[in-house]
């Protein structure tokens, strides 16, 4: 039985916060179940049962990926799509007491995603099936606990293999939680928060929630519902009467005014929570705060994006799931660097290729400032891989849809959603009616959000994409237009004739390959035959397309940063990042920042140790935003070159041009210089409008001397996890980074931290994250350290053979409050 709540609006003001973890007014619970679990590889028979003995097993902390524990193999079921790594079947068991508040409460187990084909049981009861690997899902514990020790099993099955083309990590590689909640409570994913008006004066913010009663009784109270605004003040208010009868649930909506509301954007990544409150006889008895942001989206056709208002190119990465070293089971720590690394770069727009991201991904897209075109599957029924997700589509596709959405759907950074990546029913017949399943799910759970696919096919010969399937799209999602002939050049031109009101973006159309720090001039002692000078043509000629074409929403380009598979032997990770695998950055990154970034960047390369090459003409690059750069070697003034982009007349008004004019000396998104070689400096000056904004310097080295390690934070927090990155890198007499070093150094660590993984971005090296030894790539490292429940100071020595040892020194505070974990 359904009954509706009884609207009834009373919009106030309320000046005071209202604190929902607060002593008795603390009305759900949602505990950490990250800690002691037990668990072994390969397949054991009756380990769901409560008795059977674990003691043997490991013990682990969640998020875990055993995957990552390596060893590769260049004959791995996985093959390079899974970087060589192993896979299988693992177990997992967590025995705990319920603590004192559970009891008669409902208690659920929320998992953010396990890979794959995942099997829980509780007390020997088994709870359920779950094949996709990146959705998040819950079981209701509550029928099956016991007083006493309660045993949660889980199994997974990673074993038939391939079944991902890159490399997806194997466990339960993201956190888990327990849910305490009231019999009568808001269901899990149930809140849906939207601003379907929003100007600078006033929003209007729209609510559904359904309550959901498991009483055996009626249930008779109000739902309070409260707007807090980013400094916890509550800004707008209402309260409903609600009445659920046992067994059933109510669907409660609301519509609050908020005044001259802070809107969200990248530029100013500003919350709002809606905290709801259910409440009988003036006591709480379950409550939820839900982050949401203020923000107006529309997408047109002929002017693009436009966030509140204003039109918004996206300068847009592509990333998959992993975090490198640490393998699927990424700490939040860690995506925060990578997410700042990018921010720096002048990403403004992130596509989650191509699968549900963890929830915290998108905690920290919506507080950093990230557009986030949030995508769902790589493959619908035709299969790409072997065991791929083609075999359970049809049973869970549409389950797996609705999940995550109802999951994602409050995050002001999601501003649409993509259902597949390079489907084959783009051009296959029944395509359109699988897509049309799909859509109607998405427009169910949320009809403000447009839709899109990144489609490959739109100008193939042979088996282009239909109309009827692009007809479908809210948004035409291009990947590749690149492939196709002359369209190489042309991008969509040809479409936004043939389809004026086509609504146009770039989910993923080409890449600046490369691998950190390697430069060759070929074999020949006596020719220079760089490989270095033409990595980025094709990315420059795809951003003058976009940037100069409104109609053309942006672009994701292929990929923000190096990620683990789709590999050939001997490399375990694509390199098709312009941060490599550790988040150092390449050139390409520089290559980017130069174009969509405003302050001043120049960056030079490749290095200039040549020994050898004395007097052969090297070619030396820089990727720049200024107008002018004049290079100097060794203090002799070689040449000064000159860009601009766009062109002037192409962008801002009619007959506006910049004085002094530039007289430009390349059409090309970078500059070059053919400079015969001699050791010594290379000296960069960037000038705009003739004045001296900027400098960069490349200098021959000399020998490695001694290493120096550089930490990302001096400041780490106890009991949550928290990752410190330490730069090593091995450096000559005078101090300066070798970029041909490739020193094995010894890492070291004392106090309350350990080593989580030690990198170098190499995509060929083979030795396992976790050792505490591993060669230097062309000169650098990167010790990834991690915080346990102690507080105090860490300390991480690294030493190498012949070469003077460095220490750093790292405080870590306690967590201030820590997060409530299961004991
Ligand atoms: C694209 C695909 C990506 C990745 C990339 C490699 O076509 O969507 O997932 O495989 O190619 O270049």
Known sequence: MLILFLSLMLASVQATPVLLES???????????????????????GAE??????????????????????????????????????????????????PEEATGRRIHVVF??????????????????????????????????????NVLAVRVDNSRQPNSRWYSGSGIYRHAWLLI?????????????????????????????????????????????????????????????????????????????????????????VRYTLRLLVRERGRVI??????????????????????????????GVNLHHDGGPVGAAVPEAVWVRRLKLLKAMGVNAIRTAHNPPAPEFLDLTDRMGFLVMNEAFDEWTHGKVE?????????????????????????????????????????????????????????????????TTGNDHIAADDGATTEAFLSLLDIVG???????????????????????????????NVSVRGVRGAYSLGDDPARVDPDYTTGMIRAAELWKFVALHDYFMGDFMWTGIDYLGEARWPHKNASSGVLDLVGFPKDGYHFYQSLWTDAPVLHLFPHWNWPGREGQFIPVL?????????????????????RQFPRPGTSGCWNCYDEPPVRVTTADLHLSWDVPYEPGVLRAVGKRNGETVVTAEVHTTGPPAALRLVADRDTLVAGVRDVGHVRVEVVDAAGRVVPTANNPVHIRIEGPARLLALGNGDPADHSPYQATERRVFHGLAMAFVQTTDDPGSARLTATADGLRSDTVTLTVVPAAPPPPRLP
């Open 23 to 45: 002593g008795q007014d603390a009305p759900r619970r949602r505990l950490l179940m990250d800690y002691g679990w037990r668990f072994t590889r390969g397949d054991v028979p």
């Open 49 to 98: 049962q409560p008795t059977f003995d674990d003691q043997a097993w490991r013990v682990v902390d969640l998020p875990h990926d055993w995957s990552i524990e390596g060893p590769y193999d260049e004959h791995a079921p996985t093959t390079g799509r899974g970087g060589y790594l192993p896979t299988g079947i693992g177990w997992y068991r967590r025995r705990f007491a319920l």
């Open 112 to 149: 953010d995603g396990i890979y794959q084909h995942s099997d829980v049981w509780i007390n020997g009861h088994h709870l359920g099936h779950r094949p996709n690997g990146y959705i998040s899902f819950a079981y209701d514990l509550t029928p099956y606990l016991v007083e006493g020790e």
């Open 181 to 269: 909640t009231d019999v009568l409570h808001l269901d899990l994913w149930s809140t849906f928060v939207r601003t379907p008006l929003v100007d600078s004066t006033a929003a209007t913010v729209a609510v559904t929630a359904q309550l959901v009663n498991t009483d055996t009784t009626r249930r008779t109270g109000s739902l309070e519902t409260l707007v807090l605004d980013p400094n916890g003040h509550a800004v707008a208010r209402t309260i409903l009467p609600f009445t659920v009868a046992p067994g059933a649930s109510a669907t409660a909506e609301a519509s609050l005014p908020v005044e001259r509301p802070a809107l969200w954007s990248p530029e100013t990544p």
């Open 286 to 315: 379950d409550g939820e705060d839900t982050p949401f942001g203020i923000r107006h989206l529309a997408f047109e056709a002929d002017r693009g994006f436009l966030l509140n208002g204003r039109p918004v190119k996206m300068r």
């Open 387 to 451: 065991y791929g997700y083609h075999r359970d589509f049809d049973t869970w596709a549409e389950r797996d849809l609705a999940d995550f959405i109802r999951r994602d759907r409050n995050h002001p950074s999601v501003i649409l959603w993509s259902l597949g990546n390079e489907i084959a029913e783009q051009h296959v017949e029944g395509g359109p009616e699988v897509l049309l399943r799909l859509r109607n799910v998405a427009r169910r759970e949320d009809p403000t959000r447009p839709l």
């Open 478 to 508: 291009y990947n590749y237009v690149d492939r196709w002939h002359e369209r190489r050049e042309l991008y969509a031109e040809q479409d936004r004739h043939a389809h004026p009101t086509w609504k146009m973006i770039g989910t993923e």
């Open 622 to 642: 820089a990727y720049t935003n200024v107008d002018a750069v004049a290079l100097y070697l060794n203090d002799r003034f070689i040449g000064e070159k000159r």
